[in-house]
């Protein structure tokens, strides 16, 4: 049974920085995309960063200069540096694993023809003002 795990998140003032964290317990954690998602109350989850199992990386527009993912195949854990945060970035973030799809149509709102094959529970991230 696949689980990924979320860690990190937590409350900060506008400016500053986070580091969230997955860990994986998948198989072949190797061949899969791993996605990070967020979603706001009353708004749509929606894709913020992916980065292959080669290690490509893509970012949505609005976080696009202060959202670094990594990841590292021989511990399965995937990361996202979060710096200059805002308001707007409040959410909750998911990690998540896609074995059969990995490019841009998983950013963004969430299409769920791409939907990825496992899901994390999600960590809570809070920027004031």
């Known amino acids: 049974q696949a689980q990924l795990v979320e860690s990190g998140g937590g409350s900060v003032q506008a400016g500053g920085s986070l580091r969230l964290s997955c860990a994986a317990s998948?198989?072949?954690?190797?061949?899969?995309?791993m996605v990070w998602f967020r979603q706001a109350p009353g708004k749509e989850r929606e894709g913020v960063a992916l980065?292959?199992?080669?290690?490509?990386?893509s970012y949505v527009d609005s976080v696009k200069g202060r959202f670094f993912i990594s990841r590292d195949n021989a511990k399965n854990t995937v990361d996202l540096q979060m710096i200059r945060l805002k308001p707007e970035d409040t959410a909750m973030y998911y990690c998540?694993?896609?074995?059969?799809?990995?490019?841009?149509?998983?950013?963004?709102?969430?299409?769920?023809?791409?939907?990825?094959?496992?899901w994390g529970q999600g960590t809570q991230v809070t920027v004031s003002s």
């Open positions: 998540a694993a896609s074995l059969s799809w990995c490019g841009g149509y998983l950013l963004g709102p969430l299409k769920r023809q791409y939907e990825p094959e496992y």
């Open positions: 980065i292959s199992p080669e290690g490509s990386t």
């Open positions: 998948i198989r072949t954690y190797w061949h899969y995309c």
